[in-house]
C-alpha cells in the first residue's frame, strides 16, 4: 500500500536534526517548503531538538518534535508509521542506519539519506529491497552532493539522446570544472568506518573494488575491464587537459550503473562511465591533477593505517562540524558530464549550485528530495524498493532543482 493511501501525522520528518546538515536540512525546509506542508523535526535529544526548533523562527514554531534513538527499533517503527517520508541525515549509515531503512521498508514510507557509503547501500538493498517493493516504499540512497549531480546528470544525458533520436549513451565522463567547499566530518567518518570494514573483511573489499558492486543482478553486467576506477593523472584535450580521479567517483559510479540496471540498461549495454576532476592545461594542470590525485592517495592510505589516522584525526573536521554560514554561502560547485552517444553524437550536460557543496547544496539537495517524495508522489516514475536519486525522482526532482537555483542545462557537445 503505497504513503498516499495511508493516513499519517507527517509529510516529512527530519531525523538528526540536531546535527549540523540535519539543522541546514531543516532551516531550508522552513523556507523553502509550501504552505501547510507538515514537517517535524526527530533525534536523540528532546532539549537539542528544542534548540533546533527555536532557531528556525515563526515557519517552524509548530513543527512537532519526534525523540528517536537509531538503535531503538521500537521507536523507529513508530517514526516510520507516522510519516510520508523520513529524510535522515544519521550517519555514519554503515553503523546506524540500517533499522531505519527496515523500518521504512515494512511501513510503506519513502526515504532520502546522504550516504555515500557502498557497504552499507549494499546491504540495504540486501536486506530490505523486497519488502520496500511490497509496501510500495521508495528507499532513496545517495540524496546529496553524492550522488544526485551524477546521477540525475546522466539520466537527463538519457532523457535528450532519446527524445532526439540519438542512440544509446557510450563513453561518459563527468568532470568536476570547479569547486570550493569544507570537507565533511561525515563523510570523513563513513570513511573510517568503511575502511575499518575493509580491512579485516575480503568479502568487504572485493564488493568495494567491483565497478558494478550495487547492481541487481551482477551476473548480467560485464567483467570489470574498462570500467575500473581511474587511478593517477590523465591527459584528454576534450576534456579540459590534465585531469585527476574525482573522491567520491568510487561511490557516483556505481549509483549511475544501478540507476541503468534499475532501467533495463536502457542507457545502453555499452555505457562506460568515469569520474574526475579537472588540473587544467599548462603548465599548472599536470600539478594541480598530481596534487588531486596524490592527496586522495595520501588520505585513504592514512585513514587505513591506526598511526597515521591519529594524525589526520587531529587535522580533519569531526563528525558535526563544518564550514561557518560564510564559508557555506562562499562555496560553490561545477560539473560538466560529457557523453558520446552510438550514433556518434556529442552532448553535455552542465550542472551548477551555489553553496558549499557538501552542505548548503547537499541541504537544498536532500530537502527537496523530501519534498518531492512527499507531495509529488503521483508524478513520480512507478518504482519502489531500494532505488536511486534518478530512478525514484526522475525529472520532478530536477525540475525542483533548478527551481532552486540549481542548474541543470543539457546540449549538443
Same mark, same amino acid.
Given at each position: 500500500?503505497?504513503?498516499?493511501? /495511508? @493516513? !499519517?501525522?507527517?509529510?516529512?520528518?527530519? &531525523?538528526? =536534526?540536531?546535527? &549540523?546538515?540535519? #539543522?541546514?536540512?531543516?532551516?531550508?525546509?522552513? =523556507?523553502?517548503?509550501?504552505?501547510?506542508?507538515?514537517?517535524?523535526?526527530?533525534?536523540?535529544?528532546?532539549? #537539542? %531538538? !528544542?534548540?533546533? %526548533?527555536?532557531?528556525?523562527g515563526p515557519a517552524a514554531a509548530d513543527w512537532p518534535l519526534i525523540v528517536a534513538d537509531s538503535a531503538d527499533r521500537e521507536a523507529l517503527d513508530a517514526l516510520a508509521q507516522s510519516t510520508k517520508v523520513v529524510a535522515t541525515t544519521v550517519g555514519p549509515y554503515h553503523r546506524h542506519g540500517?533499522?531505519?531503512?527496515? *523500518?521504512?521498508?515494512?511501513?510503506?514510507?519513502?526515504? =532520502?539519506?546522504?550516504?555515500?557509503?557502498? %557497504?552499507?547501500? !549494499?546491504?540495504?538493498?540486501?536486506?530490505?529491497?523486497a519488502a520496500a517493493k511490497a509496501s510500495g516504499a521508495r528507499i532513496v540512497h545517495t540524496?546529496? &552532493?553524492?550522488?544526485?549531480?551524477?546521477?540525475?546528470?546522466?539520466?537527463?544525458?538519457?532523457?535528450? *539522446? /532519446?527524445?532526439?533520436?540519438?542512440?544509446?549513451l557510450q563513453d561518459t565522463t563527468l568532470v568536476v570544472v570547479a569547486t570550493r567547499g569544507g570537507v565533511s566530518g561525515g563523510t570523513v567518518d563513513s570513511m573510517r568506518v568503511q575502511l575499518d570494514e575493509v580491512r579485516v573483511d575480503k568479502a568487504s573489499r572485493k564488493l568495494m573494488v567491483d565497478p558494478y558492486g550495487l547492481s541487481p543482478d551482477r551476473s548480467r553486467e560485464p567483467s570489470f575491464g574498462d570500467e575500473r576506477d581511474p587511478m593517477g593523472v590523465t591527459f584528454d584535450p576534450e576534456l579540459g587537459g590534465f585531469l585527476a580521479p574525482f573522491v567520491m567517483g568510487t561511490v557516483n559510479t556505481r549509483v549511475v550503473r544501478r540507476s541503468n540496471a534499475l532501467r533495463g540498461h536502457a542507457y545502453g549495454r555499452r555505457l562506460r562511465y568515469r569520474e574526475l576532476m579537472l588540473g587544467g592545461e599548462l603548465p599548472l594542470g599536470p600539478v594541480k591533477a598530481a596534487a588531486i590525485a596524490g592527496g586522495i592517495g595520501v588520505l585513504?592510505?592514512? %585513514? @587505513?593505517?591506526?598511526?597515521?589516522? #591519529?594524525?589526520?584525526? !587531529?587535522?580533519l573536521p569531526a563528525p558535526g562540524e563544518g564550514p561557518s554560514e560564510a564559508q557555506r554561502e562562499q562555496g560553490f560547485f561545477k560539473i560538466a558530464v560529457h557523453a558520446e552517444t552510438s550514433s556518434g553524437a556529442r552532448l553535455v550536460c552542465k550542472i551548477s549550485a551555489p553553496g558549499d557543496p557538501g552542505y548548503k547544496a547537499t541541504a537544498v539537495m536532500l530537502g527537496e528530495a523530501a519534498l518531492a517524495l512527499a507531495l509529488d508522489e503521483e508524478r513520480l516514475p512507478a518504482a519502489a524498493g531500494v532505488l536511486t536519486p534518478s530512478t525514484a525522482l526522475g525529472t520532478v526532482l530536477a525540475d525542483r532543482l533548478r527551481a532552486a537555483g540549481h542548474t541543470y542545462d543539457v546540449a549538443p557537445a
Open positions: 500500500m503505497s504513503t498516499t493511501e /495511508q @493516513s !499519517r501525522d507527517h509529510d516529512v520528518v527530519i &531525523f538528526g =536534526a540536531t546535527g &549540523f546538515v540535519g #539543522k541546514l536540512t531543516a532551516e531550508y525546509l522552513a =523556507a523553502a517548503a509550501p504552505a501547510g506542508t507538515r514537517i517535524a523535526l526527530a533525534g536523540r535529544s528532546a532539549s #537539542k %531538538l !528544542r534548540d533546533t %526548533l527555536d532557531a528556525l540500517l533499522p531505519l531503512v527496515e *523500518a521504512c521498508a515494512a511501513a510503506g514510507t519513502h526515504y =532520502a539519506d546522504l550516504t555515500g557509503e557502498v %557497504l552499507f547501500m !549494499r546491504r540495504s538493498i540486501d536486506v530490505a529491497d540524496c546529496g &552532493f553524492d550522488s544526485i549531480p551524477s546521477d540525475l546528470g546522466v539520466f537527463l544525458l538519457h532523457e535528450h *539522446a /532519446q527524445a532526439e533520436g540519438l542512440g544509446d585513504v592510505a592514512g %585513514l @587505513s593505517v591506526p598511526p597515521t589516522r #591519529k594524525l589526520l584525526d !587531529r587535522v
